[in-house]
């Protein structure tokens, strides 16, 4: 089992930056696929960033090039740079897992627990 584990959340002004890390208390494959997801009141959770296995990364437009996701697998992480941020950033942020299915296990998807990122005017 893996464990999903955020953390660099907070209170942040517009145009600020943060950076988001998430650890993992297992290892981290190559062939697992991870991303950033959030989730603000009273909205459905969204995909922020993704980096698939296959090292390529893709970005809701609402994000594009403000932020950058990153993955260290010989860490167990995997980090999302958020650059000029905006009041509209403001939610909870999830690290996600897919791992895909093997010889000894079935395919199966991960959540950490959430970091509150704040955005003020």
């Known amino acids: 089992q893996v464990q999903l584990v955020e953390s660099g959340g907070g209170l942040v002004q517009a145009g600020g930056s943060l950076r988001l890390s998430c650890t993992a208390s297992?290892?981290?494959?190559?062939?697992?696929?991870m991303g950033w997801y959030r989730q603000a009141p009273g909205k459905q959770r969204e995909l922020v960033a993704a980096i698939p296995r296959g090292g390529s990364t893709n970005y809701a437009d609402s994000v594009k090039g403000r932020f950058t996701i990153s993955r260290d697998n010989a860490k167990n992480s995997v980090y999302l740079q958020m650059n000029s941020l905006k009041p509209e950033d403001t939610a909870v942020y999830f690290c996600n897992l897919q791992r895909p299915k093997s010889t000894s296990a079935a395919s199966y998807v991960y959540w950490g627990q959430g970091t509150q990122v704040t955005v003020s005017s």
């Open positions: 297992g290892r981290i494959f190559s062939t697992d696929d």
